[in-house]
T-cell receptor, first 113, second 113 residues
Framework: SQKIEQNSEALNIQEGKTATLTCNYT??????LQWYRQDPGRGPVFLLL?????KEKRKERLKVTFDTTLKQSLFHITASQPADSATYLC????????????FGAGTTVTVRA | DAGVIQSPRHEVTEMGQEVTLRCKPI?????LFWYRQTMMRGLELLIY????????DSGMPEDRFSAKMPNASFSTLKIQPSEPRDSAVYFC???????????FGPGTRLTVT
C-alpha cells in the first residue's frame, strides 16, 4: 500500500541556519508533490508545488527538490527565522483529474533565536 | 477575497448526538474536500466533490458519516450518531480545476464525550 514518510522527529535549528526536511514515499508515482505549512490551530497553507519532470523549485527562501528515482523530495528553508517555526506537510498528487492529495504526517520545525 | 469559511470552530457534543459541520468554499473554486486530522492518523481525506458532485467518498469511515454539497457555495458534513472516536479537527478545503493546490479553512475542532 501507499506509504509517505517525513522526518520522524521534530527539527530544532538555530536562526540563520538551513532546515532540510525529507519526504519519502513508496508504492506511488505522483505526478506532482506539494508542500504545505501548518501553524497550531490553523489549516494547512500551500507553499510550493513541484512537477515530476522538475528537479528543483524555489520560492524566496524555500527550495524543493524532487527525485522520482529515489522517491524522495527535500524541502529546504534557508536563512531560517523564528517565524518559520511550524509543521510542514508534504502531499503526493497523482496528477489525475481527481485532484486528491495524500499527506505525510508532517515535520515540526522550531527555529531558535 | 475571503478564504474558506467553516462553522462552528469548536463543537462539543455527547455521544449519540448528531453533528453537522459547515463549509463555504472560496468563490469560483469547483472542487471541495473534507479532511479529518488526528495525532494518530494525520490528515485524512474523507470525501471530495467536483462541481457539487461527490467524486470519491472512499475515505468516509462508515455510514454514520455523510456529506452534501447542495450548491457551489455550501457543503455539510454530518455525523449521526457521533462517537468519542470521531473527536478530531475537521478541515474543509477548496481548489480550482486549473490549479492543483488546495486552500484550507480554519477547521472545526470536534469533541465527542
Amino acid at each position: 500500500s501507499q506509504k509517505i514518510e517525513q522526518n520522524s522527529e521534530a527539527l530544532n535549528i538555530q536562526e540563520g541556519k538551513t532546515a532540510t526536511l525529507t519526504c519519502n514515499y513508496t508504492n506511488y508515482s505522483p505526478a506532482y508533490l506539494q508542500w504545505y505549512r501548518q501553524d497550531p490551530g490553523r489549516g494547512p497553507v500551500f507553499l510550493l508545488l513541484i512537477r515530476e519532470n522538475e528537479k528543483e523549485k524555489r520560492k524566496e527562501r524555500l527550495k524543493v527538490t524532487f527525485d522520482t528515482t529515489l522517491k524522495q523530495s527535500l524541502f529546504h528553508i534557508t536563512a531560517s527565522q523564528p517565524a518559520d517555526s511550524a509543521t510542514y506537510l508534504c502531499a503526493l498528487d497523482s496528477g489525475s483529474n481527481d485532484y486528491k492529495l495524500s499527506f505525510g504526517a508532517g515535520t515540526t520545525v522550531t527555529v531558535r533565536a | 477575497d475571503a478564504g474558506v469559511i467553516q462553522s462552528p470552530r469548536h463543537e462539543v457534543t455527547e455521544m449519540g448526538q448528531e453533528v453537522t459541520l459547515r463549509c463555504k468554499p472560496i468563490s469560483g473554486h469547483n472542487s471541495l474536500f473534507w479532511y479529518r486530522q488526528t495525532m494518530m492518523r494525520g490528515l485524512e481525506l474523507l470525501i471530495y466533490f467536483n462541481n457539487n458532485v461527490p467524486i470519491d467518498d472512499s475515505g468516509m469511515p462508515e455510514d454514520r458519516f455523510s456529506a452534501k454539497m447542495p450548491n457551489a457555495s455550501f457543503s455539510t458534513l454530518k455525523i449521526q450518531p457521533s462517537e468519542p472516536r470521531d473527536s478530531a479537527v475537521y478541515f474543509c478545503a477548496s481548489g480550482r480545476d486549473r490549479g492543483r493546490e488546495q486552500y484550507f479553512g480554519p477547521g472545526t475542532r470536534l469533541t465527542v464525550t
